[in-house]
């Protein structure tokens, strides 16, 4: 069988679904090498900076690693802003939705935020709320959220910031995305784990 017989999914039959999810699954396979030429076509994205977006996620990634970062971490900051082509308006839920089944809640959770966290930097030049963060005060990840984008990501637009290369991530990225989906044991909810080592 090359393609299912069904032209409405109500129509479908055992081989049909048995068919699709074996393809679905080898699909997935590739998902890691798919982020990551995505990542690269950051090089073209929102532009006015001092660096491409490419360059603001490799340096945040760089910083998170020489900061001890994990795996997890360093992954997550890597992809933070992979919306910003796709999702320009909620980038940050993009990001998320894509690693939420791959790392630990703690750190998708914080790229799922960190856009509202990040107001209190340019918020009150916009005419936005700089405090739009406080919304989330208390929540066991907060401080997480807020050493992030203090430490990885406002300040990494830096061209002369020594900055490692997409081939440097590649095998973690390719680590984290062979990962079971929703493995309770990688995305324990509800555990915070230090942001570095």
């Not at 809640?105 to 960190?114: A, D, I, N, P």
């Not at 989330?136 to 300040?155: K, S, V």
């Given at each position: 069988m090359d393609q299912v017989k069904f032209r409405a999914m109500k129509d479908g039959d055992a081989a049909d679904y048995a068919f699709l999810t074996k393809h679905e699954i080898e699909h997935t396979k590739g998902t890691a090498s798919r982020l990551l030429n995505a990542l690269v076509g950051l090089d073209e994205g929102l532009s006015g900076y001092q660096i491409t977006r490419l360059g603001h996620s490799l340096q945040s990634a760089t910083r998170a690693e020489r900061d001890g970062a994990d795996i997890d971490w360093v992954v997550s900051t890597l992809l933070h802003d992979i919306g910003d082509i796709f999702a320009p308006y909620n980038h940050d839920e993009y990001a998320a939705s894509i690693l939420r089944p791959f790392v630990r809640?703690?750190?998708?959770?914080?790229?799922?935020?960190?856009g509202d966290f990040q107001m209190l930097y340019y918020g009150q030049q916009m005419g936005a709320n700089p405090d739009k963060r406080e919304t989330?005060?208390?929540?066991?990840?907060?401080?997480?959220?807020?050493?992030?984008?203090?430490?990885?990501?406002?300040?990494?637009?830096d061209p002369d910031y020594d900055t490692l290369p997409v081939s440097h991530f590649e095998e973690r990225v390719q680590e984290v995305f062979a990962r079971q989906a929703y493995d309770p044991s990688v995305i324990r909810p509800g555990v915070r784990d230090p942001l570095t080592r």
């Open positions: 809640e703690q750190c998708s959770w914080v790229v799922e935020k960190h989330y005060r208390g929540h066991i990840y907060f401080d997480d959220c807020a050493i992030f984008c203090e430490r990885w990501d406002q300040n990494s637009f």
